[in-house]
């Protein structure tokens, strides 16, 4: 055996100081440290602490009340120091005193020092090898417990062999009382969706375990008879990576507080935080459960009540949030107590509930729902301490077969519930087969404008419009909008007009109007000459006239087609000069641009009369009905056209009456004052080349 480089430190305790001085001769050549010899027990114990040694070598038979294993004991104990005994007893008597100490070794007298040296060299190497032992198996112990899973391992019979506290306080078992039992007395777990539940899956579980890592969630029942949801796994502790099995280690963790954070998060997902009913993702999903259930069987019927309160916005704008809030709350409440247990509320948003009614036998259990609800609303609600009356329009669908999907369903509510607020408050729509109808016919209208433009199916015809002092001269024509339908034939605006505006599709027809209309008066120009020269009246519709652009684009079109200002005469409503500044500030722009502005309809729309001061208009158009008016019997045979002559007239503005049908209301408007008049008593409206025959015409008559 070559040098020892250790350096080890070696305590030899030995009554025999020949002995003990050859013994440290020797171990001092082998490269061992020898601090300290020890001739008896005391003087051992003593001094030992300070040695610090790696091993002590021990001799048994030590003279004194102590022998060399009593001193071992507390050595081992004490110090954790590993001793190899020396002795030259052999009797079994003290090999088995000597064996309690658990020594790492003995060597008996007389040895050799080849002997001797492997004893030690073991001793140390297993001691080394202890100590590592120990400390990974203290480092694994903190680390289970800190762990926030549970632990607990068995043996190959599932029988208990470590719990961590965490599987302490899950399970109710002690570790102390679980050790050696069967896991399954200690861990009873219930699969998630057992029906009736399986006692043994544990067990099986287990025994499946043997070939794979198994993961699942479960139920735990506690040692007290509690339920608690875990997440588990059982994996198999080899010996080897591939070895044999030694046992299994089943890991659990209580995983309540994420099942409740996945259920409130569900919660808000279908739910409406303010009033706790269904929102529009829980609604649409329970009315498609209906839907379909209906689809397979048309008996099972059901009926959608789409409600949107009267005035909530006049609520909330006044008293506040707060209150539209507490409003909004009380409401739900007391919808909740009109329905019956199979039926759903939700709230959509805003001030809109939905109310979702299944197995309805007929009509009457719909309309029984509506009373209760118009009851519940009719009684003043106290937010923010004062009475609060409400009421509700109500759009209601029943099942058909013709529903595929809950959108439908929903759709034609929100077109029934229009007409129900069309009507006025606290009003309810059945949706029927006619509106459905329109419904369609509206989705299908609306194609097939934004078609109509590319394909050039406007058309524009032009109306003449009158000096009412006889003899009456042509003085222009308002230019109108019609459609040459590729099925329906030619179409009235009334037909298309909303519909285009409500699209959008009203401004880039309207440019294209306009710039019909110029080329119609220029061309007019050419082949008609006309003195004093005609003008032509086009009307603008809201949208168009609330074009950021709109005045550049009324000069551009000016300028490139080469027409003077002053014969243009933009025709706006009443409602757009109610606007307010921004508005005003387009109507002074189109003014500086030289062109003529004429208001609409005048009398029918929103605006006062104080509106018109100060703004640069030059005409009021009177609206039709107010003409109408004039040949009726009993009526104050135009009172209001006499009142809107006499403000123009303070205004400066020029008046045409709109519609006139007959003689008598042409003379009639012109004794009260009006300057200009157009309707059907004069011409219907005309194409482009009809109205150039028209201007031949009466320039001859009045030539
Ligand atoms: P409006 O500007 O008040 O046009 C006058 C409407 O009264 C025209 O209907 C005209 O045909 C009709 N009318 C004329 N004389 C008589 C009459 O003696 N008796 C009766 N019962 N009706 C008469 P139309 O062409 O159907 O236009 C309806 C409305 O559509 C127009 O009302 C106007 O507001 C709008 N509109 C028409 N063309 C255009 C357009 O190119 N652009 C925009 N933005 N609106 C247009
Ligand atoms: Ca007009
Ligand atoms: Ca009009």
């Not at 043997?210 to 008879?225: E, W």
Request: proline share 4%; aromatic share 6%; glycine share 8%.
């Amino acid at each position: 055996m070559g040098r020892c480089m250790t350096n080890q430190r070696i305590v030899v305790v030995e009554d025999d100081a020949i002995v003990a001085r050859d013994l440290q001769r020797t171990l001092t050549r082998w490269g061992y440290h020898v601090p300290a010899i020890a001739g008896s027990a005391v003087e051992a114990l003593e001094r030992m602490a300070t040695a610090d040694p790696d091993l002590v070598l021990m001799d048994i038979h030590l003279r004194g009340e102590m022998d060399g294993i009593a001193v071992a004991e507390q050595v081992q104990s004490r110090l954790a120091v590993p001793v190899v005994f020396l002795t030259a007893h052999s009797d079994d008597a003290t090999l088995r005193r000597a064996k309690v100490t658990s020594p790492y070794g003995y060597v008996l007298k007389p040895f050799e020092d080849r002997e001797l040296r492997i004893a030690i060299e073991i001793a140390l190497h297993k001691h080394a090898t202890d100590t590592r032992l120990r400390r990974l198996e203290r480092w694994l112990n903190a680390t289970l417990r800190s762990i926030s899973d549970a632990v607990i391992a068995t043996d190959l019979d599932s029988s208990i062999l470590f719990m961590n506290p965490i599987a302490e306080n899950l399970t109710g078992w002690r570790q102390a009382e679980a050790l050696g039992r069967p896991v399954g007395d200690v861990v009873k777990a219930l699969p998630d969706e057992a029906d009736p539940p399986q006692p043994n899956f544990l067990s099986q579980a287990f025994a499946g375990a043997l070939d794979h890592d198994l993961i699942a969630s479960g139920r735990l029942v506690t040692r007290h008879g509690s339920q608690v949801p875990v997440e588990y796994g059982i994996g198999p502790i080899r010996d080897d990576d591939d070895g044999p099995i030694l046992g299994l280690v089943l890991t659990f963790r209580d995983i309540s507080a994420r099942l409740e954070t996945d259920r409130q998060l569900r919660y808000f997902a279908l739910h409406d935080v303010l009033t706790g009913l269904s929102n529009r993702v829980g609604f649409m999903d329970r009315l498609a459960t209906a839907c379909e259930r209906a689809k397979r069987n048309p008996e099972e019927r059901y009926a959608v009540l789409l409600l949107d309160l009267d005035r909530f916005k006049i609520v909330n704008d006044s008293l506040g949030h707060l209150v539209g809030d507490q409003l909004l709350v009380e409401i739900a409440q007391r919808l909740r107590t009109c329905l019956r247990a199979q039926d759903s509320i939700a709230r959509l948003g805003g001030d809109e509930f939905a109310i979702l009614l299944t197995d309805i036998a007929d009509a009457g259990d719909v309309m029984r729902a509506v009373g209760r609800i118009r009851d519940q609303l009719s009684a003043a609600i106290v937010v923010g301490g004062r009475d609060v009356f409400t009421s509700a329009s109500i759009g209601i669908v029943v099942s058909a077969p013709g529903y595929q999907v809950a959108e439908d369903v929903l759709r034609d509510a929100d077109v029934a519930l229009y007409r129900a607020k069309d009507l006025g408050q606290g009003r309810y729509v059945l949706f029927d087969s006619e509106m459905h109808r329109r419904v369609v016919a509206s989705m299908q209208l609306e194609t097939e404008l934004w078609r109509a433009l590319e394909r050039q199916e406007f058309r524009v015809v032009f109306e003449p419009i009158l000096s009412l002092q006889v003899p009456r001269r042509l003085r222009g024509f308002e230019a109108l909008l019609r459609w040459q339908h590729p099925t329906r034939g030619l179409l009235q605006p009334s037909a298309f007009l909303d519909l285009a505006e409500e699209t959008g599709l009203l401004v880039p027809v309207g440019w294209w109007g306009l710039r019909q209309a110029v080329e119609a008066l220029l061309a007019w120009d050419r082949e008609a000459p006309h003195e004093p020269p005609l003008t032509i009246s086009v009307n603008l519709s809201n949208r168009q006239f609330l074009q950021p652009d709109l005045v550049e684009q009324v000069a551009e079109t000016l300028v490139t087609l080469g027409l003077a200002p002053d014969r243009l005469c933009l025709e706006i409503t009443e409602n757009v000069i109610a606007e307010g500044e921004a508005a005003l500030h387009k109507i002074k722009g189109l003014h500086d641009l030289g062109v003529q502005l004429h208001v609409d309809d005048f009398g029918t729309g929103y605006s006062s009369l104080n509106l018109l001061h100060g703004i640069p208009i030059q005409a009021l158009k009177i609206d039709r009905s107010f003409v109408d008016q004039l040949n009726r019997p009993g009526s104050s045979k135009g009172a209001i056209v006499r009142t809107i002559v006499l403000l123009a007239r303070e205004f400066g503005l020029r008046v045409i009456a709109e519609g006139v049908e007959d003689e008598r209301q042409a003379m009639l408007l012109h004794e009260l004052g009006c300057d200009c008049g157009q309707g059907f008593w004069f011409d219907h409206a005309l194409d482009a080349a009809g109205a150039r025959d028209l201007i031949l015409r009466s320039a001859a008559v009045e030539g």
